[in-house]
């Protein structure tokens, strides 16, 4: 299984950027679908998962600002991010858990804020 995420880049605070993240292969059967960050100098953190019945889970932190959704015909997950802050400044990566194989990574988009 491949991932592949981009549409990272350098906005400006307040405003908006819609990372996807392709897989290899039919995301129908993954279980959870998922985006990381990692800041510099920070631990790797949970962003936003989805799961293969549509469920969605999101880092406390967030406040309602972003939104991960999936679209199964293009295997491909989103995540909208809106209202951006400095501190989302950060490498984005997509995540895939397969429950009876193992987790896939992506190899990350970089997302600058600036203020």
């Known amino acids: 299984v491949q991932l592949q995420a981009c549409g990272g880049g350098l906005v400006q605070a307040g405003g908006s950027l819609r990372l996807s993240c392709v897989v290899s292969r039919s995301i129908v059967s993954i279980d959870i679908m998922g985006w990381y960050r990692q800041a510099p100098g920070k631990q790797r953190e949970l962003v936003a998962t989805i799961t293969r019945g549509g469920n969605q889970n999101y880092a406390e932190y967030l406040k309602g600002r972003f939104t991960i959704s999936r679209d199964n015909a293009k295997n491909t997950v989103y995540l909208q991010m809106n209202s951006l802050k400095p501190e989302d400044t950060a490498v984005y990566y997509c995540?895939?858990?397969?429950?009876?194989?193992?987790?896939?990574w992506g190899q990350g988009t970089l997302v600058t804020v600036s203020s």
């Open positions: 995540n895939a858990q397969i429950f009876t194989d193992r987790n896939y």
